[in-house]
């Protein structure tokens, strides 16, 4: 017999996966962020189906329509950076959330309004939204969907996402590590002092602590050149790559080390980016 939340999980992709996904990657089509794009929000939906799964393990009180929530929001919680980059972005998702409903004339799923504010909500990285239910009670889409957002911004993708949002949002390389490894450090010390998924965020430790070890590398070169956007060795040069191959001339992940080994590049760079486009493609639809 199959276990209920696998059931609930296949309903939930069966109703909504493919369309959210072409809506997603619609709009997504004319704005360059390949750290958010389509791709992000399916990742962050396969993390939290990782999620779902254990805390039906200990939870008994789970059912359809909060898989269904989870999936939605999931699809939608960052498609409001197609607007704008900034804190902004989560109302503006679940404007185009509520839009995007109010158009298909599709009916509105239950719970409407949690997974509205959990799309809002979810970069507001507070320490209760992590905690799980008083035992009998469902886990809340917001604290799941927080959890799986987190989870994604460790290891190369992470790195890779940190930097290209944080560059996008104006912050200095001199100042771009500290920034990072303070953010992450905060998500990480939230998922484990107080989140029960204790298998899926162990699973994610070793990505955690490949991004801390990237960025504190990466401060120990910093200190020790006089220009830095000009470097295109080790952890520097690996940003820097991101910031000058992949922004400015919009070059996605997936091709950057191959232009890195048509430049040149040094093999640390060139590894980074071969590991990166290989973590990518194992959830490419």
């Known amino acids: 017999m199959e276990i209920p939340i696998n059931i609930w999980i296949g309903q939930a992709e069966e109703n909504w996966l493919d369309i959210l996904y072409s809506h997603a990657k619609e709009l997504y089509r004319s704005t360059f962020l390949p750290s958010h794009d389509h791709t992000h929000h399916l990742r962050v939906w396969n993390i939290s189906k990782q999620l779902l799964k254990e805390i039906a393990t200990f939870n008994s009180s789970l059912d359809p329509a909060l898989v269904e929530g989870v999936l939605i929001a999931a699809l939608f919680h960052d498609l409001g950076m197609v607007q704008s980059t900034r804190e902004e972005h989560g109302r503006l998702g679940k404007e185009l959330c509520r839009s995007w409903f109010s158009e298909s004339g599709k009916p509105l799923p239950p719970g409407f309004d949690i997974i509205l504010e959990a799309i809002e909500m979810h970069d507001r990285k507070d320490a209760r939204i992590y905690h799980d239910p008083e035992t ?22 992470g790195i890779y996402r940190y930097a290209e949002i ?8 001199e100042e771009l590590g500290d920034r990072i490894l303070e953010n992450s450090g905060l998500r990480f010390l939230n998922l484990t002092s107080s989140c029960q998924c204790t298998k899926v965020i162990g699973e994610y430790r070793k990505q955690f602590d490949e991004l801390t ?66 973590e990518l493609e194992k959830e490419r639809r």
């Not at 009998?136 to 993708?157: F, H, N, Q, R």
């Open 213 to 278: 070890r990237f960025f504190n590398l990466y401060n120990k070169q910093l200190q020790k050149v006089d220009h830095a956007d000009a470097v295109l060795e080790g952890q520097l040069g690996v940003i820097n790559y991101i910031r000058t191959h992949g922004m400015a001339k919009k070059v996605r992940p997936a091709y950057l080390c191959r232009n890195a080994e048509e430049s040149g590049a040094e093999s640390l760079i060139t590894g980074f980016f071969s590991k990166l486009k290989n």
């Open 136 to 157: 009998g009670k469902s886990p809340g889409i917001l604290g799941i969907l927080s959890v799986a957002d987190d989870l994604e911004a460790m290891g190369v993708i």
């Open 166 to 173: 944080y560059l996008q949002r104006g912050i200095p390389l």
